[in-house]
């Protein structure tokens, strides 16, 4: 059975996940906003999504662009939790996963390191 929990507190564990991230890899994040929503439109079984540019695509030309965006989406992860504490950790990998995204690294590579 799906999770039941407020937009608020689901809101809470992207937040908390976000601060498990080191100050290393915050630090160096450019011109991006996390957005929570509740599912995408087009794909509505997908847990995030970052849309953008990373920044090993970016070069001297980079300047101008609306920010690349990473949305975690609320109802898939808690229809495919059934405990409070797997939402937290799927929270976690989603936010892990779409950052690492906007550092340039693939699907491929998440997938096989556990990321996926």
């Known amino acids: 059975m799906a999770v039941r929990m407020s937009d608020d507190e689901f809101d809470g564990l992207v ?20 957005l929570v929503e509740p599912h995408n439109e087009e794909e509505p079984s997908i847990l995030g999504l970052y849309s953008g540019i990373a920044l090993t695509m970016r070069d001297h030309e980079y300047g101008g662009y609306l920010p690349d965006t990473i949305t975690i989406y609320r109802e898939p992860i808690l229809g ?3 405990t409070r504490d797997q939402v937290v950790h799927e929270v976690a990998v989603t936010v892990i996963h779409e950052i690492a995204h906007h550092f340039g690294i693939s699907d491929a590579w998440l997938h096989a390191n556990g990321w996926g």
Not at 15 to 34: F, G, K
């Open 15 to 34: 937040s908390d996940a976000l601060d498990t991230i080191p100050s290393e890899l915050t630090d160096n994040m450019s011109n991006v906003v996390i």
């Open 80 to 82: 495919m939790c059934h």
